[in-house]
T-cell receptor
């Protein structure tokens, strides 16, 4: 089955800096890779996703890149703001099932 | 639309008790699923359903039962609660599955403690 590894587990940046979170996956059949943001005590919410036929996708300050050959994908947040502080989860899967990484706690210091 | 709703928000059970966590959605989504979230473990899929009358197991199904008699409802039953089932439980739904083009929406969660 699919296995998704996520690094780092914690990340601290200064406001205005960039943050990068990386994930690797094991199942070459996986074709969908979403990223979720979860604030403390709240539900996960989708922030961006990418499919295996696309190498990069951007939405304002966030972008995701996918390297199918190496089986890894990354989340990039530019010009970080204190409200970006949260836990971020990557996920990967196909055929209707998603496997989640263990999460990255991002802290943005003003 | 209320989206995905879950009840109760909090629950404390004693070991061996049974209970049902309720989940409902009003978006006419075919796909519904249950995850549990433990510290440092991310979200793990318990059971899922691709439509009324159809359910299947996820990563961690042991100790849990589900049924899907209607499109709207997807209850999760704990048959004999154990301390290892202490967790936050999230229900989620999407139009055609979490890897389709349609976004997966999560409910607010149920925090369960088993003593």
């Amino acid at each position: 089955g699919e296995n998704v590894e996520q690094h780092p587990s914690t990340l601290s940046v200064q406001e205005g800096d960039s943050a990068v979170i990386k994930c690797t996956y094991s199942d070459s059949a996986s074709n969908y890779f979403p990223w979720y943001k979860q604030e403390l005590g709240k539900r996960p919410q989708l922030i961006i996703d990418i499919r295996s036929n696309v190498g990069e996708k951007k939405d304002q300050r966030i972008a995701v890149t996918l390297n199918k050959t190496a089986k890894h994908f990354s989340l990039h947040i530019t010009e970080t703001q204190p409200e970006d502080s949260a836990v971020y989860f990557c996920a990967g899967g196909s055929q209707g099932n998603l496997i989640f990484g263990k999460g990255t706690k991002l802290s943005v210091k003003p | 639309n209320a989206g995905v709703t879950q009840t109760p928000k909090f629950q404390v059970l004693k070991t061996g008790q049974s209970m049902t966590l309720q989940c409902a959605q009003d978006m006419n989504h075919e796909y519904m699923s249950w995850y549990r979230q433990d510290p440092g473990m991310g979200l793990r899929l318990i059971h899922y359903s691709v439509g009324a009358g159809i359910t299947d197991q996820g990563e961690v199904p042991n100790g849990y039962n589900v049924s899907r008699s209607t499109t709207e409802d997807f209850p999760l039953r704990l048959l004999s609660a154990a301390p290892s089932q202490t967790s936050v439980y999230f229900c989620a739904s999407s139009r055609t599955g979490p890897t389709s083009v349609h976004e997966q929406y999560f409910g607010p969660g149920t925090r369960l403690t088993v003593t």
